[in-house]
């Protein structure tokens, strides 16, 4: 059985030594889970046709095991800008993506609106092709944030997108309840997170339990999973409260940022308001380092403008850390009520980061998000998920 995954947000990048670069968002064991879906598994991207040397391919990018995927790239509509109005960009995107979807049995389409999960979608009603819808955003959104561009195409993305889902034979939502609401489909559909994290161990919680009683005056070490090239995930918000309690005369906090992207615009803002020394930039930290980083901090702060539902999120809840975080897309089915906030609200951040100063109410926040991870247990996960897409494929996962 032949399957096309087809995303279209990120780019793939080539090196001189033949390798292939996916998006994080893709990462090793999620190549290996659709591939087990499958006898053959080919991932569609764009790409902007340059072959860079290793050293320039853009940190924190997965490489395609070319053992378990192979790739269809097509020519990137959105770089350069003129690929846009071009009408031969579109008449090669468009025979490449047919030619795609028809040498596949089903198509996987990952929503976020773009022109290549539209059309693919398009191709495949016209095509007769079976395919499966993931809709891991909600489209307005993600789109407002991008400028007034974004603003502009935002209402005409979020009524393609329930176009789209409502007539998906097959959906898959990472939320149980908001994004079902705003994305109701007439097919098969679940309810389940896209996210791994390792089995929940007991020794974790009791490992932060001590952490946190053995914590004294030192600062406590908030920290954000992030891109930090763009405002959407927040992060200014958290620096701008810290900013505030400093004036209160409360510097005991240190906030961590992992993620990519350029740096200057966070880091002048934390300089301005006098706590420069109070945040660091982690940078991209690979994904089987990202446990220990989380193990690092004492609360999960995740102040998104909007979200699907937050992987990081649950890893952090995984690893019995307090959570707090912004009230974006499925993020309130994950925190206690009480730690969260409305996004872009720093009175509010502000707040929830004073009582999480207190170690009994970090106690009592890691306890809860420990019990709430269990819920997104990957035992628990991969049987709902096997079963429908093996349902969807007609393949049993190997």
């Keep these: 059985m032949k399957l096309l ?5 990120s780019r793939c990048y080539f090196d001189t030594e033949g390798n292939v670069y996916v998006g994080t968002n893709f990462h090793r064991a ?10 053959k598994l080919t991932i569609l991207n764009k790409t902007d046709g340059r072959i860079c040397a290793p050293s320039e391919i853009p940190p924190g990018l997965q490489r395609l095991d070319t053992e378990i995927a192979d790739i269809a790239a097509v020519p990137d509509i959105y770089r350069p800008r003129r690929n846009l109005f071009s009408l031969t960009a579109r008449k090669k995107i468009h025979a490449l993506m047919t030619e795609a979807i028809s040498a596949a049995d089903r198509v996987i389409i990952r929503v976020a609106v773009n022109y290549y999960t539209s059309l693919a979608e398009k191709i495949c009603r ?40 409502r007539n998906a034979p097959y959906v898959v939502y ?5 994004q079902q609401k705003r994305y109701p489909t007439s097919g098969k559909s ?15 919680l009791e490992a932060r339990l001590s952490r946190i009683r053995e914590s004294g005056s030192r ?7 992030g891109y930090m090239g763009s405002k959407i995930k927040g992060q200014e918000y958290v620096i701008r409260a810290m900013g505030r309690l400093k004036s209160e005369g409360i ?37 089987g380092e990202i446990w220990g980083w989380y193990d690092s901090l004492d609360a999960y702060i995740q102040p998104s403008m909007t979200e699907g539902l937050c992987r990081a999120i649950i890893e952090a809840m995984s690893r019995a850390l307090p959570v707090t975080c912004s009230d974006a897309g499925g993020n309130p089915e994950l925190a206690d009520e009480n730690m969260i906030f409305h996004a872009g609200d720093v009175g509010r951040i502000l707040a929830v980061m004073r009582e999480l100063l207190r170690p009994e109410v970090r106690e009592r926040e890691a306890a809860s998000s420990f019990s709430r991870a269990k819920s997104y247990s990957k035992a628990r996960l991969d049987k709902v998920r096997d079963d429908f897409y093996s349902s969807f494929t007609g393949v049993m996962r190997s």
């Design 5 to 9: 995954f087809v995303e279209g947000a």
């Design 30 to 39: 999620m190549q290996e889970r659709y591939r087990s879906y499958c006898d």
């Design 126 to 165: 016209q095509l007769g092709k079976l395919y499966l819808i993931e809709i891991v955003e909600f489209v307005k959104l993600s789109n407002w944030y991008y400028g007034l561009e974004g603003k502009i195409i935002a209402p005409f993305s979020e009524i393609r997108a329930r176009e789209i889902v």
């Design 174 to 178: 990472v939320t149980q309840r908001e």
């Design 190 to 204: 679940i309810g389940c997170s896209d996210v791994e994290i390792p089995e929940l161990d007991p020794a974790v």
């Design 219 to 225: 600062p406590v070490i908030f920290g954000t999973v």
């Design 251 to 287: 510097t005991g906090i240190e906030y961590r940022l992992a993620g990519a992207g350029p740096q200057e615009y966070l880091r002048g803002l934390a300089d301005s308001l006098g706590v420069g020394g109070q945040v660091r930039f982690d940078g991209a930290v690979p994904h």
